[in-house]
């Protein structure tokens, strides 16, 4: 288990509710009441635990924590990663509101990572104990935990494949286009959008040095497949990056 580094602030949501209900909640076609009924949700919002906004670089979970309960993303973005042995971190994913953290501690009874907010963040806690004798309950949201559970996976595997047989282009062009989607899933704009991450976070989860992903940014831009000025990206022609990033751009 990695070692815990004493500077970090953890920061749990309370159980306070706030006036946001999942019924209301411009993302909950993303989350688990998509495909509940009315009722349904109403239900499964008495269990939703909502607190106060998590600020840039606190900590939603830290590896060792013990499990309670998975976490829905409302807005901002987080960042999960690892800590090795010999204190590397590595990033394994970043969330998007309507996007779930948490699935990986059911096993364990413990948070294998940490995750953190890459900026400000806010979260629905939802109790495990208490979602799982629901979903007993409701077939639909069982459906929607195995799905999700299920995109996790497939999402680690898409990783490890990445990693293991893509070129620096195609890992790096992949990952446009997935951010891509996901932001025009969400009801942004797929074309332009903000990156919440830095570049350094980018080069530790695509396995590449961060002077890799400035040289292919150049190239990219000099090609006229995309413009990023620090962290805003236009993709100019998303076809052509999907080609070379060896991937679909209707995900």
Do not use: W
């Not at 070692?3 to 019924?23: D, E, F, G, L």
């Amino acid at each position: 288990m990695p070692t815990k580094t004493s500077n970090m602030q953890i920061i749990k949501p309370a159980n306070n509710k706030h006036t946001i209900r999942c019924q209301d909640c411009r993302i909950k076609q993303l989350c688990l009441p998509v495909m509940l009924a009315e009722s349904e949700v109403a239900h499964l919002d008495t269990i939703v635990h909502r607190g106060r906004p998590i600020n840039k670089g606190q900590h939603l979970i830290q590896a060792g924590d013990s499990f309670n309960g998975v976490y829905a993303i409302r807005s901002g973005s987080i960042k999960a990663y690892t800590i090795s042995v010999d204190g590397l971190e590595q990033i394994t994913g970043f969330y998007l509101p309507g996007e779930i953290i948490g699935f990986d501690a059911i096993s364990s009874g413990f948070y294998p990572g940490f995750a953190k907010a890459l900026e400000t963040s806010a979260v629905c806690e939802i109790p495990f104990e208490r979602l799982e004798s629901l979903a007993a309950e409701i077939p639909g949201l069982q459906r929607q935990i195995f799905r999700t559970m299920s995109d996790e996976i497939v999402k680690d595997q898409d990783l490890m494949l990445q990693l293991n047989k893509k070129s620096a282009e195609q890992r790096f062009g992949s990952f446009l286009v997935n951010l891509s989607f996901r932001f025009g899933r969400r009801g942004l704009s797929s074309q332009r959008f903000r990156l919440p991450m830095a570049r350094s976070d980018i080069s530790n989860y695509l396995g590449l040095a961060v002077e890799t992903i400035s040289r292919l940014i150049a190239q990219l831009q000099d090609d006229g497949l995309v413009s990023i000025q620090k962290r805003e990206v236009e993709i100019l022609d998303m076809n052509k990056l999907s080609v070379l990033a060896g991937t679909s751009c209707h995900q």
